[in-house]
């Protein structure tokens, strides 16, 4: 098992940045591909961005690309989120999530894929 904590959310204005980090326990952080997906009250949780177990490969959403990084450390069990030019529409509660399992790589947009998650952090970007 693996128990994941995020932390890093907060309140910024729009065109800001923040960056999420997720620590996870466990002595086989690198055997997890690990994600990050975000959810507003009413609405499905929302695939963010992906990471493979070394770090090779990474899976961004749209609404991601070219303004958010996926890292992942794997010497001290963490993945973080860096989020650039953030929009009101941003503001979620961000997740972090693993999976050990493998999958073809568009599986790990699927928050179904995922075994763990976090608590959660909470976004909030004024305009």
């Known amino acids: 098992q693996v128990q994941l904590v995020e932390s890093g959310g907060g309140l910024v204005q729009a065109g800001g940045s923040l960056r999420l980090s997720c620590a996870a326990s466990g002595r086989t952080f690198s055997s997890y591909t690990m994600g990050w997906f975000r959810q507003d009250p009413g609405k499905e949780r929302e695939f963010v961005a992906a990471i493979s177990r070394s770090g090779g490969n990474t899976y961004y959403a749209e609404s991601a690309k070219g303004r958010f990084t996926i890292s992942r450390d794997n010497a001290k069990n963490t993945v973080a989120l860096q989020m650039n030019s953030l929009k009101p529409e941003d503001t979620a509660v961000y997740y972090c999530?693993?999976?050990?399992?493998?999958?073809?790589?568009?599986?790990?947009?699927?928050?179904?894929?995922?075994?763990?998650w976090g608590q959660g952090t909470q976004v909030t970007v004024s305009s």
């Open positions: 999530a693993a999976t050990n399992k493998v999958y073809a790589s568009r599986r790990y947009e699927t928050a179904s894929v995922y075994d763990y």
